[in-house]
């Protein structure tokens, strides 16, 4: 018996008796030399198993499981550090205030007057508040220690 032949006897043994409790000696014979498939059998054993416990057992089982998991897991850094959120937000209000000096910008100015000057401050304010919500968003514990740090020092 080859491996594939294994698993097509296993598969057809599962759908049929819905238990691994008695193997064909076939199967047995060849999962004692083979180490890839007494990997599957001993997997497909074990979830054969779950699926005998009651849901309940299960429930609490995965609860405290978790719940032990959840208070000795580390606390979750930020993606991005601080510093580069600043130099971020330093990199658009810059490009912000240098796109008026820019030749693009003059030849804009050139073929359209003073008339693309609102729609321009209104996409370049905009970018500048979508930054600001979504920096002050993902680093709201760090302002919020900093401003409790701040108002004990200042009382």
């Known amino acids: 018996m080859n491996c594939v032949d294994f698993l097509v ?3 057809a043994l599962d759908a049929q008796a819905g238990s691994l409790s008695a193997l064909p000696i076939a199967i047995r ?20 198993a779950l699926c005998r416990l009651s849901p309940i057992s299960l429930q609490k089982d995965i609860c405290q499981r978790v719940m032990t998991g959840v208070l000795f897991a580390p606390r979750p850094q930020p993606v ?5 959120w600043l130099a971020a937000g330093i990199v658009l ?6 796109s008026p000096l820019l030749h693009d910008y003059r030849l804009l100015q050139a073929d359209y007057g003073n008339s693309f000057i609102i729609p321009l401050t209104l996409v370049l304010g905009a970018a500048i ?3 600001m919500l ?11 220690t900093i401003w409790r740090r701040w108002l004990s020092s200042h009382r």
């Not at 991005?80 to 580069?84: A, E, F, G, T, V």
Request: glycine content about 4%; some cysteine; charged content about 20%.
């Open 93 to 98: 209000l810059a490009a912000a205030m240098v």
């Open 129 to 131: 508040s979508l930054y």
């Open 134 to 144: 979504v920096f002050v968003g993902s680093h709201l514990r760090d302002f919020s």
């Open 80 to 84: 991005m550090p601080l510093r580069n």
């Open 29 to 48: 014979h060849h999962a004692a030399g083979c180490p890839d498939c007494r990997l599957v059998l001993e997997r497909q054993a074990r979830a054969l």
């Open 9 to 11: 006897a296993l598969d």
